[in-house]
């Protein structure tokens, strides 16, 4: 698919709608004009998060949104804004949720009618947290809040900053789909769907409707991250991917990362590495190699500290002692130094034995001959 970009100068007397017809624009107006219609088709939805994410804003009160949501476009407002507006997610939540329990009032709990569009959220919650926190909702003082494995609630400031700013990601792209795509319903091509990815991506669905509830999660979509790996725990690193494929299978994530723990989750057929300008394929066997080769393969980085003092002072014995000069001085002086600070856990230095016990015992032998 093709598209037009242009932007306009003091030259250009030309108005935008007459600049071409481009691929984009009648795709565009295809799904647009689908929408007056009984069957309308998907909208694809996008979302770019930028590196400031992490900063979201957590009001005291909430103003009413100025936002018309009652289209399926407004799925694309402000989406390639690089930084999430909690306080517009919190907004429409708020909004939802009240018009939700309006539609309800009166109703036994086993007739209790959830709106799609906040169950899409709750659902995706859920799986990107893998059930550790789950069941959003404002609480009785008009705190937003999450509740733990063991339901006890939490409001979101008590959240570490990577669960803010992952929480933050997923209620936007998650309302979006929402949003764009409410009329979306299980069916047996959708059943059938699910079923196909879950073993490819370890995606244990369970009996519908408890196991993914919302359908409007495989509405198609494409997300952009910026540091994926923001304010996130290395062992999170590993399985951030997973977890938003998992949370959003029918979405294509086209990420930056700095994290070698995050690059050995993903195929090197799906890495590029970005240099002076320029574009790179990356090493053969990225996916489950170890994140110190990724360090010092993909990302061109050493895995020790050059510019250390310590690491300077390994370097050094680790060169006597493979000249075959680890009993000289400066060598058992650096050695001394070594050993109080590693304390028997530097593997560079077990092979350093290794190697001098063999090689004493290969220059024995030479002296006998």
């Not at 071409?20 to 909208?43: C, M, R, V």
């Amino acid at each position: 698919m093709t598209w037009d970009n242009w932007r306009r100068s003091s030259a250009d007397k030309q108005q935008a709608s007459k600049i071409g017809q481009s691929n984009l624009s009648d795709y565009a107006k295809g799904i647009l004009e689908s929408f007056k219609t009984a069957s309308p088709n998907l909208l694809p939805v996008f979302g770019y998060y930028g590196a400031l994410r992490g900063a979201i804003e957590i009001p005291e009160r909430l103003r009413p949104s100025n936002q018309n949501y009652n289209f399926p476009t407004a799925a694309l407002v402000g989406a390639l804004n690089s930084q999430s507006d909690f306080k517009e997610i919190l907004k429409w939540f708020d909004f939802e949720e009240s018009a939700e329990l309006r539609a309800n009032k009166g109703c036994r709990p086993d007739e209790f009618d959830l709106s799609i569009a906040l169950e899409t959220v709750r659902n995706a919650i859920e799986n990107i947290f893998n059930n550790k926190y789950r069941n959003a909702y404002f609480n009785k003082d008009h705190k937003f809040v999450i509740e733990q494995e063991n339901g006890m609630p939490l409001q979101i400031s008590q959240l570490s900053q990577g669960y803010q700013s992952m929480l933050a990601l997923v209620m936007d792209f998650a309302r979006r789909l929402a949003i764009g795509n409410t009329h979306l319903e299980f069916n047996d091509e959708i059943v059938n769907y699910l079923h196909s990815i879950e073993q490819e991506f370890d995606f244990k669905i369970g009996d519908f409707p408890d196991g993914f509830r919302s359908p409007c999660l495989l509405s198609p979509g494409v997300m952009l991250i910026d540091e994926i790996d923001l304010h996130l725990h290395p062992s999170w690193q590993q399985r951030v991917i997973a977890d938003l494929i998992r949370t959003f299978p029918n979405t294509q994530f086209i990420a930056t990362t700095h994290s070698p723990q995050v690059l050995t989750t993903i195929p090197d057929e799906c890495i590029r590495i970005l240099k002076d300008g320029k574009i790179f394929a990356a090493p053969k066997g990225t996916e489950g190699a170890e994140a110190s080769r990724m360090l010092k393969r993909v990302l061109s980085v050493d895995t020790r500290p050059q510019d250390n003092i310590v690491t300077k002072e390994l370097n050094e014995y680790l060169d006597l002692v493979y000249a075959d000069k680890w009993d000289q001085p400066r060598a058992i002086e650096l050695r001394e130094k070594l050993d109080t600070r590693y304390q028997g856990e530097e593997p560079a230095l077990t092979e350093a034995d290794l190697y001098i016990e063999n090689r004493k015992w290969e220059l024995e032998i030479e002296t006998e001959q």
